[in-house]
T-cell receptor, first 115, second 114 residues
Framework: EAEVAQSPRYKITEKSQAVAFWCDPI?????LYWYRQILGQGPELLVQ????????DSQLPKDRFSAERLKGVDSTLKIQPAELGDSAMYLC?????????????FGPGTRLTVT | GDSVTQMEGPVTLSEEAFLTINCTYT??????LFWYVQYPGEGLQLLLK?????DKGSNKGFEATYRKETTSFHLEKGSVQVSDSAVYFC?????????????FGKGTKLTVNP
């Protein structure tokens, strides 16, 4: 069964360093989402792509976070510089297209710890 | 804006006990409602969904009914198993203004003891 792949699974970094996460959606899925899940909270959408275009990045802290999906397939989320408050699980999800009837499939996540 | 409030955990039950996890929502229009489950060390999996009032979603013995009059979508299971131990998230997907992002509750951790 096709799955959303994410790497790394775990990342420990020091404050002020740069960090990047990678996501490979299910083949053929045009819509890709990045979520942040703080411990004890539900996931919160950071950015949504339709192919290579950003559809919604209203909750992305653009002073330090960036996301790209250059060829409309895999995606990278970057934080520079990392802050202690960025410690969280970063989840990637994909769906066939953008629309209420299409299920979002989630990857296993990258757990980031900033020290 | 849209929001989801779900029962705070953790919830601890014995095997074969009855489970209810309460979820209420605030949204304009007619959102779709979801329950997701997150097993330890894994990503979220869709458990069940309902897209209109009075719909009942069901999967793996879990059920939830979309109640528009009470803005609720409570999760129930008649007899839980140890393997049901996980964190459960209630979520909605709105329909207003073209925004179709998922809005999640804070999650309820369920532990089932043998």
């Amino acid at each position: 069964e096709a799955e959303v792949a994410q790497s790394p699974r775990y990342k420990i970094t020091e404050k002020s360093q740069a960090v990047a996460f990678w996501c490979d959606p299910i083949s053929g899925h045009a819509t890709l989402y990045w979520y942040r899940q703080i411990l004890g909270q539900g996931p919160e959408l950071l950015v949504q792509f339709q192919d290579e275009s950003v559809v919604d990045d209203s909750q992305l802290p653009k002073d330090r976070f960036s996301a790209e999906r250059l060829k409309g397939v895999d995606s990278t989320l970057k934080i520079q510089p990392a802050e202690l408050g960025d410690s969280a699980m970063y989840l990637c999800a994909s769906s066939f297209v953008w629309g209420p009837v299409y299920e979002q499939y989630f990857g296993p996540g990258t757990r980031l710890t900033v020290t | 804006g849209d929001s989801v409030t779900q029962m705070e955990g953790p919830v601890t039950l014995s095997e074969e006990a009855f489970l209810t996890i309460n979820c209420t929502y605030t949204a304009t229009g007619y959102p779709s409602l979801f329950w997701y489950v997150q097993y330890p060390g894994e990503g979220l999996q869709l458990l069940l969904k309902a897209t209109k009032a009075d719909d009942k979603g069901s999967n793996k013995g879990f059920e939830a009914t979309y109640r528009k009059e009470t803005t609720s979508f409570h999760l129930e299971k008649g007899s839980v198993q140890v393997s049901d131990s996980a964190v459960y998230f209630c979520a909605l997907r709105g329909t207003q203004g073209g925004s179709e992002k998922l809005v999640f509750g804070k999650g309820t951790k369920l532990t089932v003891n043998p």
